[in-house]
C-alpha cells in the first residue's frame, strides 16, 4: 500500500509541473488518504504484535 502512495505522489508532482492542476490534486489526495490507511494499519499490526503458536 505503500508503494501506491509513492505512485499517486510521484503522478502528483509530475501532473503539477506539466500544470494540470486537477489532475495532481486528485492524485494527492488519493495518495494523502492511502498513508493514513497505511500508517493505522502499520498501528494496529504494532500494537497487535506476532502471536507465537
Known sequence: MLRWTVTFIILAIVA???????????????AKILFFI?????IISLITGRKKI
Open 16 to 30: 503539477g509541473i506539466f500544470g494540470f492542476g486537477g489532475i495532481a490534486a486528485g492524485a494527492a489526495s488519493i
Open 38 to 42: 497505511f500508517i493505522v494499519l502499520f
